[in-house]
């Protein structure tokens, strides 16, 4: 498979930042996720994408609350969340390479699946090991309570996510010999004083950047085969095709002419 286009390191990004609370023995990761925000719904105006506007709602929780997560989690990780609404019947998906801080995702109304419950699926890739995956099921349409339900109930640990202004979130993580009776009690009110009222210790501040990887190339590779066996199916009579990322459902044009050329190049 061809190379994805890599990040661009001139991005400035999203800062999120982590914290140990000592004494209650609980991490803490916050952010401000306008600037992430930003770079979404310019991808959504580059590739002529328009959620609903509840689509989009439910998604922007999810990417906080993903990104948090994510921020918490080792580097050598890759993490996918794919949350299973239905009602609204909906499919969010949400990816992100911990190395080099990268998140995509997007938003699925079509042919979604109906199944008897909601269900919150994540998927953990760490370095070159086998994927991991844990499904929740949960109830209602914020993606943080399900996500709150994940760590109950597969990561085993209390998991509490808080939204502090429009755009600004935070998540509290137990940990070992965690303080739960004070992780319980915490309100947003309480989060924002924290600095104050607890004794906190910065982490770490890791950059997060709107970037999929998906081009040109990788789309004629999964082209390719199909082209091989069925040509005329494949374009039904056109000179070109429209092909949506399944990642993130940037826009790819191809030709048919440049699929005959991608093709005679790799014979196999």
């Known amino acids: 498979m061809p190379e994805s286009t890599p990040v661009n390191p001139a991005d400035p990004g999203l800062e999120v930042r982590t914290y140990f609370v000592r004494t209650r023995n609980v991490l803490l990761a916050r952010a401000e996720f306008s600037q ?12 002529s994408m328009r959620p609903l506007p509840e689509h989009d709602a439910i998604f922007k929780r999810a990417l906080a609350g993903f990104v948090l997560h994510a921020a918490s989690r080792p580097w050598n990780e890759t993490i996918a969340w794919t949350v299973n609404f239905q009602d609204p019947l909906l499919n969010v998906f949400i990816t992100g390479d911990n190395h080099d801080g990268s998140v995509t995702g997007r938003v699925f109304d079509e042919n979604v699946k109906q199944l008897p419950s909601s269900v919150f699926y994540c998927d953990v890739v760490r370095d ?10 949960f109830s209602g349409r914020d993606p943080l309570v399900a996500a709150e339900v994940f760590y109950a109930q597969s990561e085993q640990r209390k998991g509490r996510y808080f939204q502090t202004a429009d755009e600004d979130f935070a998540l509290a993580v137990e940990h ?13 009110e309480r989060i924002e004083e924290v600095d104050r009222t607890e004794e906190v210790a910065l982490l770490e501040r890791r ?4 970037h999929c990887g998906c081009n040109q190339q990788r789309m004629l590779e999964v082209l390719a085969p199909v082209f091989r066996t069925e040509p005329e199916e494949l374009f ?8 949506r990322c399944p990642r993130c459902g940037a826009r790819h044009l191809i030709t048919r ?12």
């Not at 310019?42 to 590739?47: E, G, V």
């Not at 070159?128 to 099921?137: D, F, N, T």
């Not at 950059?207 to 709107?210: D, E, V």
């Not at 039904?236 to 092909?243: R, S, T």
Request: charged share 30%; proline share 3%; hydrophobic share 40%.
């Open 176 to 188: 070992p010999d965690c303080d739960l009776a004070w992780l319980n009690a915490l309100t947003t």
């Open 236 to 243: 039904a009579g056109d000179e070109k095709l429209e092909m």
């Open 207 to 210: 950059i997060f950047r709107w």
């Open 36 to 47: 992430l925000y930003v770079d979404y719904y310019l991808h959504l105006s580059d590739h």
């Open 128 to 137: 070159r090991e086998q994927k991991r995956r844990s499904a929740v099921e």
């Open 257 to 268: 002419e440049m699929l005959e050329a991608f093709v005679a190049q790799r014979p196999d």
